[in-house]
Structures are given as C-alpha cells and as structure tokens.
C-alpha cells in the first residue's frame, strides 16, 4: 500500500494535478493539506469517478484537512483530542486535523500551525498544539502497542539543520526555532519514526520552495512535510521518497508529496 502527504495549497486550484498525480504514482491513500475550501467546495466527485473515498474538513477559505482512500475509509473524526487548543476570537476549532482508518491503517492529515513569528500568539498556540499532538499520540500508541498509525503533513518544522538552505537566513524566526523543534523530537520520542528521511538523506533534500525570488530553481528549499509512523507501521515501510516533479510545471503547489510504500 502507497500512503502520500501532499500540502495542495488549494484544491480546487489544483484538483487536475491531483488526479494526474494519483493515476501515475497509485497511491492507495493521500493526505492534503491546505485545501482551502469548504466541505461543501471540495471537488469530491472527479475523485470518487477513479474510486477514492474523501474526507474532508474544511470551513472556510483557510487550512483544510482531508484523507483520500481507495482501500477503505472508516471512523472518521476531526480532531484528535478533546481539549485540541483553539485559536481566533472567538476562538474555533481550527480544520487542521482529520483522521480516518484505512485498510488497517490509522491514517492522520495534519496542517500544524505556521506560527507566524517568535514570541506571536499564533507561536503560542502552534507549541500547544503539538503538545496535544504529542500527548495524544503517545496515549494512543500506551493503550495499544501494535497500532499502525501514521502522522502525515505539513508540520511547519524543520527538524535539522540541513532542513533548510542556509540556517543563517532563518536566524530568529519560526520553523526553526528549539521550541519547536523540541516539539518535534518529543513526537519522534513518543515512538513514531520519520520513515521518509532513511530513504532520502543527506542536505538539500526538500519539500517546499517558496514561490518568492526563483526559491525553486535555486534549489533553496525547506523540508516540512512529514510521515511519522508508530512502531508497528514503520516496521512495515519498505520505501520512501518526496515527489520533486511535482513542484515543476504550470500552477503547482509549492510543496512536493511525500509518499511511503508499506508491506
């Protein structure tokens, strides 16, 4: 089975690539992130003709979450806790999250806040997110030690150094920062593994060029975009790799999908 993550930036605008991407690649599951639209908006139809289920959660021209799935799509639901902090006045539960059961495999979409810059309330709010994530994610993984769980998307975070093009142009700013990065690693802590990075290593390997100042062609990039696996399920991952073609061509997303093949 193919599980990929891709951040779309906008679906409706991009819906042709999708399609494109999933008759070439297979993938037997795909996560998006920022669809921006409504659940009523998402283009749900081209995608049941070539038989993927959809969900989605989206409420506005913001964010949105969804899971793809042609091997299945069951116990839908929104949010994964409870308490999973709010933002906004009044504050609203945020479409950032969606997760579903597919063929087996708990499957999350996840659009972490951008945090804006250091020391912002939405910087705040991305760190209490992750906690909740991370507290969320280890209960789950506490009641249950085989369970296959994969945490997809764009996590907003470069773990590493070598994660962005020059460290020194991200000085004092989000993405980067040891609070979130420590976020991160408390997730990887919990159990779940970045089962893509084994398979690409080394610097200068991306997920996401900005549309700004020729980002792309000057190979000056970040790698944000993520699938961590629980123990079980990254056991099962035989390959891994990021999708760099598709971030060429006319009207792309500026994120590449990143996608794992799991036995």
Request: a negative charge; aromatic letters at 10%; charged letters at 25%.
């Amino acid at each position: 089975m193919r599980i990929a993550t891709w951040n779309i930036n906008s679906v409706r605008s991009r819906i042709d690539r999708v399609l494109a991407f999933l008759e070439r690649t297979e993938v037997d599951v795909l996560t998006l992130q920022e669809t921006k639209c409504r659940d009523d908006q998402f283009p749900a139809l081209e995608l049941s003709a070539m038989g993927y289920e959809v969900a989605h959660f989206g409420l506005d021209q913001w964010n949105g979450v969804a899971v793809l799935s042609r091997v299945g799509l069951d116990d839908i639901t929104t949010s994964f806790a409870a308490d999973q902090p709010r933002f906004g006045e009044p504050e609203v539960l945020e479409a950032r999250s969606i997760g579903a059961t597919c063929d087996g495999v708990r499957v999350w979409s996840l659009y972490v806040p951008n945090g804006r810059e250091l020391g912002h309330p939405h910087y705040d709010y991305k760190l209490r997110w992750l906690e909740s994530l991370r507290d969320a994610a280890s209960g789950w993984l506490a009641d249950d030690a085989q369970a296959q769980v994969v945490l997809t998307g764009d996590w907003n975070i470069a773990p590493e150094d070598d994660d962005v093009w020059d460290m020194a142009v991200f000085a004092n700013s989000t993405h980067v920062s040891e609070p979130e990065r420590a976020a991160f690693r408390a997730i990887v802590d919990a159990g779940y593994a970045d089962v893509v990075r084994p398979h690409t290593p080394g610097p200068g390997v991306y997920t996401y060029w900005d549309y700004k100042q020729l980002s792309f062609p000057k190979r000056r990039g970040m790698r944000i975009d993520f699938l961590l696996a629980s123990p079980a399920l990254a056991a099962r991952v035989t390959s891994g790799w990021i999708e760099r073609e598709e971030r060429k061509g006319k009207g792309p997303s500026d994120h590449a999908p990143v996608v794992i093949e799991i036995v």
